[in-house]
Structures are given as structure tokens and as C-alpha cells.
């Protein structure tokens, strides 16, 4: 070929046909422009990216949760048995105390988020209550640190610290957990649902929602890592003592209170409402007195009554309602994820343990949800994106599903346990063959706790979620401490049925616990799948006022991702990879 040939073909490939001339103006029409009713059926939503101080929040709730859960692993054995059993404990109160124990500790830290959800939305702001919980937090953990000392204590000031303790912990988890999540939540801009042209040409929806969904899991997947602090706290507990174990999660939240200074100046505070949490109550009684009609609480059609809200703050309480409606079964649910930090423990120490702490199998569950939900982020949800919606009802009553056949394994493995010697259905406790465990090996008990992820995924992230989207703007903290407050109500049926949390009735305590979850699953479906057809009209209420709309332009949302240090949510599993 001649060199004049190749100029000419040259020249040739450097012009474009008709087709993508066409092609490449409609694509530049198409960036940033709302998308029609049509177009958000059939195109394919998509997320933003997560701004770079949402790390910096989540960060706090990994130091926050470290602490947490590497305290609590312990704590049954601490409660249950004495000094000189195997395994080894502090205060004594056999198994059925120690569950009971153990439930009001669950049900305590969350009864107090309704306190630290008013006190933020309503006085301090979320950045403000964090703070100043977390400083109470870790005086709880100095006192239970102290108590703990052999050499300085006796199992009557031990158990007297750890009431103490439990109580400041309590309190303190409370106050940080209901703001935490709103907090990293509100660091995402708000903006209407736009198309955005791929380098393939592809027009796809960047969805708020869709991003809200990822940061959710993305904050989950933070518990989670901190949650693996009960590998070294067993570790230690079994080791050294009890004392080592709560050293290491006291010096591990100072890296919280660190982490809050130093981007004090960075999160984004949405102003505190006008004692907002009051209006909301106002104007749900106006409601119910009104034969549930929130109508009559609209300044619109009674402008005589001089209401101090708007319209459209009377959608949101409206959305509100909806949203709190579908926590009702929650309860139910939380009584099967509380069996891991009491029951799951007490069914491995009856099991040949092989040289492991009975409790280091809870971190079964934190590596599955690891594992899972950079799964489910970059490939299971959008590729059943591609051909349904995937909403939120239908996650939850999946999450049911998971944790009833959850149960249903514990039951049968209980089954198997009492079926095998030496001591059959009282392990540890026959004539000659205390403290030797059924010839069942402990890794057989695995399968539960993943099941109990996978439910968690669906029915405790989206939760979240849902608690977020559906709370009036000024009143998200509050919101979400009722959706974790069906935690505290799930903790108050462990504790009615710790009476039961004994040899040799166990197979029936699991059996019960998964049938009430699956009744509560389908009651759940019936009652509330129709939530699934209003849920984008709900959602739109976010981008719209009484007498505007609020948008944000590609614009700024670019200016807004330059400035902030954006982070791609569909990396974000890779990133964490590296803080393993």
C-alpha cells in the first residue's frame, strides 16, 4: 500500500459518519437532563460515588463497633461461669442468668437511641451527640476494665462494675447509634435522578437511591470489620484473662474520638430542627384524632389553625408513618440474631472445641457479611436490576426467610448434640464426664451464622435504609432510633424466654424462635408488599417542596466531587480490602 493510500485512509477513519454525528449530539442532550417515566422503567440505574469524608464517619463506627462487639463477646462466659470452670468466667450466673443478662444488655443500648435521636434532631445535632456519647463510652469500658482485675476485685465488685458498666456502655451505644448512620448518610448530596451517558454510549440513571442503598451497605460492611475485634478479645480472654480482652477495645475507641476532631470541620451538619420531633408527634395525633386523616393537619386546607409546618412536612410525617409501620415485625427478627452473642455460644461449649474459644465463632458471622456484601453490590443487585426492580419489602422478607432457616439449623444441630455422647441431652453436666463436651466437632455450627448474614444483608442493612429514606429531613436520627429500637423489643422476648434457654430444652427453644420468625416473615409479605409500588413516589418527596423543586445540576455535582475526594462506591470493596 502507497504511502498516499494510508494518508487517505487516514483522513477517511478521522471522519465521523451521519449516524454517530446524530449519535453524539443526543448523547450531549442526555447528559444531566431528568429522566422520563419510561426512561426509569427501562434504563439501568446506577449509583454516584461516595464522597471521601463518608470514610472518615465510617471510620468512627468501626473503632465504635470494634469496642462493641469485642466487649460483648465475652460477656457470656463472664456471666455464666465462675473462675475455676471450663470455660472460664467471673460472675457465675449459669446460663439461663447469663441470657437474661445478656438480653437486657441488647435491650438497653437499644432503648437509648429514642434519647439520642431526640436529643440530636431536637438540641445538640448529630456531630455534637456523637461526640459527647463516645466520651461516655469509654468510661463505661474503664469501669468494666477496672472490675475485671483478679487481683484487684471479687465477684461481688465484679458483678457490680459490670451492671455499672453495662449501663454507661448502654447508654452511650445508644446515643452514637442512632446518629452515626444518618450522619454518614447526610455526607451524600441530594439530588433529583439524572442520565448520565457511559464511555460505551450506554445511558444509564444515576439513582440517589441506589446510592443511599450502597452507602448503607458500605456502613454495614464497617460494622462488620470492626465486628472481627472478637477474634483478638476471645483470644486474650482465653489466653491471659478477662481483663486483656477489655484493655484492647478501650485503647481501640480512642481512634474514634481521633477520628471525630480531626474531621470536625469536613462532615456535612444538617441544622437542627425547631423541637421537630414534637411538631411530627402534633401532627400525627392531628391525624389520628382526624380518623387518621392527615389531611387535616395540611395548612393548606385548614389555614385557620395556623400551623407552624407546611404541606409538605405533613407528606413527610405521612411517609414517616409508612416507613414505622414496617418495623413492627422487627422484634421477631431481632430475637433470632440475639441467640449468636448468647445461645450460639452456649451450644458451642457443649461441642469438642479443638484448643478455640467457645465465642470466636461469631466471627463466622462478620467475615460472611464481609465476604457478601461486596457480592451483592457489584454483581448480585444490579444484575437483578437489569430485569426487576429489587425493593425494599422484598429484601426484608427475604431477610426473614434467612434467619428462620437460620434457626431451624440451630435446632436440628441441638438435636444432633443431644444425640451424642458421653452425656446426651445435658452436656458437660453427667456423673463422671463434667465439663466433657459431646463428641460433635464445633465447626459443624458454621452454617447458621452464615445464614444469619445473609439475613442480615437483606433485612438489617435495608432497615437502615428504609428508616433514612422514609424520616423527614430534620428528623432522621429520631426515625432511625425507632427502627433500632425494635432491636431493644426483640432483646425483651429473649428475656421472657431465657427461662427456657436450658438443657435439655433447646431443640425446642431454637424450633419455636425459627417458626415465629417465618409466620412473622410472610405476616410481613402479606400486610406490606404493596409498600413496594409507592416507594418512588415516596422517594420523590426528597426533591420537592411546596413551591419548588429542589435540583442539583451535573454541575454541581461534579464541583462537589472534586472538592470532597470522591471514592467509587463500586471500588469500595477493594478499598476495604486494603484496611484488612
Same mark, same amino acid.
Request: with cysteine; charged share 15%; glycine share 6%.
Given at each position: ?193 439524572? %442520565?448520565?451517558?457511559? =464511555? ?5 440513571? $444515576? ?5 443511599? +442503598?450502597? *452507602?448503607?451497605? @458500605? ?101 414517616? %408513618?409508612?416507613?414505622? =409501620? ?5 422484634? $421477631? ?5 440475639? +441467640?449468636? *452473642?448468647?445461645? @450460639? ?236
Amino acid at each position: 500500500m502507497s504511502k498516499s493510500d494510508d494518508n487517505e485512509k487516514t483522513a477517511a477513519d478521522q471522519v465521523s459518519s451521519p449516524e454517530e454525528d446524530i449519535l453524539s449530539i443526543s448523547n450531549e442532550k442526555d447528559e444531566g437532563r431528568e429522566p422520563t417515566d419510561l426512561e426509569l422503567k427501562t434504563l439501568r440505574h446506577v449509583s454516584e460515588t461516595i464522597p471521601l469524608r463518608c470514610w472518615l464517619v465510617a471510620i468512627v463506627e468501626l473503632s465504635e463497633r470494634f469496642s462493641y462487639y469485642g466487649l460483648s463477646a465475652p460477656f457470656q462466659n463472664y456471666m455464666q461461669h465462675t473462675p475455676t470452670d471450663s470455660p472460664r468466667g467471673m460472675l457465675g450466673l449459669n446460663q439461663k442468668g447469663a441470657t437474661a443478662v445478656s438480653y437486657f444488655f441488647q435491650f438497653w443500648c437499644y432503648v437509648t437511641p429514642i434519647f439520642g435521636g431526640w436529643l440530636a434532631d431536637t438540641y445538640w445535632g448529630k456531630f455534637k451527640s456523637i461526640f459527647v456519647f463516645c466520651c461516655i463510652y469509654v468510661v463505661g469500658i474503664l469501669v468494666l476494665l477496672i472490675t475485671s482485675i483478679p487481683s484487684i476485685t471479687s465477684q461481688k465488685v465484679a458483678l457490680g462494675g459490670f451492671i455499672v458498666a453495662i449501663i454507661i456502655i448502654g447508654l452511650a451505644t445508644g446515643g452514637v447509634k442512632s446518629n452515626v448512620s444518618p450522619l454518614i448518610a447526610d455526607q451524600i448530596p441530594k439530588h433529583k435522578p439524572y %442520565i448520565k451517558v457511559t =464511555k460505551s454510549g450506554e445511558r444509564v440513571i $444515576v439513582d440517589p437511591n441506589i446510592t443511599i +442503598q450502597n *452507602v448503607f451497605m @458500605f456502613f454495614y460492611l464497617m460494622i462488620n470489620v470492626g465486628s472481627l475485634s472478637v477474634i483478638a478479645t476471645t483470644q486474650l480472654e482465653h489466653n491471659i484473662d478477662f481483663w486483656a480482652a477489655y484493655l484492647l477495645p478501650f485503647c481501640f475507641f480512642l481512634i474514634a474520638i481521633v477520628c471525630l476532631i480531626l474531621g470536625r470541620n469536613y462532615y456535612i451538619k444538617t441544622p437542627v430542627g425547631d423541637k421537630i420531633v414534637n411538631k411530627t408527634f402534633r401532627c400525627a395525633y392531628i391525624g389520628m384524632k382526624n380518623h387518621f386523616n392527615l389531611d387535616a393537619a395540611k395548612p393548606s386546607i385548614n389555614p385557620e389553625m395556623n400551623y407552624p409546618w407546611t404541606d409538605h412536612f405533613v407528606e413527610e410525617v405521612r411517609r414517616a %408513618i409508612y416507613g414505622c =409501620k414496617v418495623f413492627v415485625f422487627y422484634p $421477631v427478627y431481632w430475637l433470632v440474631y440475639g +441467640q449468636m *452473642v448468647n445461645n @450460639f455460644i452456649s451450644q458451642a461449649g457443649q461441642m469438642e472445641l479443638h484448643g478455640i474459644p467457645n465465642d470466636i465463632l461469631q466471627a463466622i458471622n462478620s467475615l460472611a457479611i464481609i465476604i457478601f456484601i461486596p457480592i451483592f453490590e457489584r454483581f448480585l443487585y444490579p444484575f437483578i436490576r437489569r430485569f426487576t426492580p429489587f425493593k425494599s419489602i422484598t429484601k426484608i422478607f427475604l431477610g426473614f426467610m434467612f434467619a428462620a432457616a437460620a434457626m431451624i439449623y440451630a435446632a436440628v444441630l441441638q438435636h444432633y448434640i443431644y444425640k451424642t455422647g458421653p452425656c446426651y441431652n445435658f452436656p458437660k453436666a453427667c456423673p463422671g464426664y463434667e465439663n466433657v463436651p459431646n463428641r460433635v466437632h464445633v465447626a459443624i455450627q458454621a452454617p447458621q451464622y452464615v445464614l444469619v448474614s445473609l439475613s442480615e444483608i437483606f433485612a438489617s442493612i435495608t432497615g437502615l435504609e428504609y428508616a433514612y429514606n422514609k424520616a423527614p429531613a430534620s428528623m432522621k436520627s429520631f426515625i432511625t432510633s425507632l427502627f433500632l429500637v425494635t432491636n431493644a423489643f426483640g432483646s425483651a422476648l429473649g428475656i421472657g424466654l431465657s427461662s427456657v434457654s436450658e438443657d435439655p430444652k433447646m431443640v425446642w427453644t431454637y424450633t419455636g424462635i425459627g417458626i415465629s420468625c417465618f409466620i412473622a416473615g410472610i405476616l410481613f409479605w402479606v400486610l406490606f408488599h404493596h409498600y413496594n409500588d409507592i416507594e418512588e413516589e415516596h422517594n420523590k418527596l426528597d426533591y420537592t417542596n411546596d413551591d419548588e423543586t429542589t435540583t442539583t445540576t451535573t454541575d454541581e455535582i461534579s464541583a462537589t466531587n472534586n472538592t470532597n475526594g470522591l471514592v467509587p462506591v463500586s471500588s469500595f470493596a477493594h478499598s476495604t480490602k486494603s484496611l484488612l
